[in-house]
């Protein structure tokens, strides 16, 4: 599998950060972020992602298996 870039700095992506942008954008979605970046873009802080990441895993949901 190819390797997911940020689309706004470039660094290589973790599981589970692309699978919050498929989560929150669309899993149609071509623009991926860092929590960082994606923080910054959502206008909310780098923590509130990585609870949600936990909620979405404790969920079950299949995008973070």
Do not use: R, S
């Amino acid at each position: 599998m190819k390797k997911k870039l940020c689309c706004e700095c470039g660094k290589a992506l973790i599981k589970d950060e692309a699978a919050l942008c498929k989560k929150l954008l669309g899993t149609d979605t071509d623009e991926f972020y860092c929590i960082d970046c994606f923080a910054e873009y959502l206008e909310c802080d780098k923590v509130d992602l990585e609870i949600k990441i936990q909620e979405f895993k404790e969920q079950g949901c299949i995008l973070f298996l």
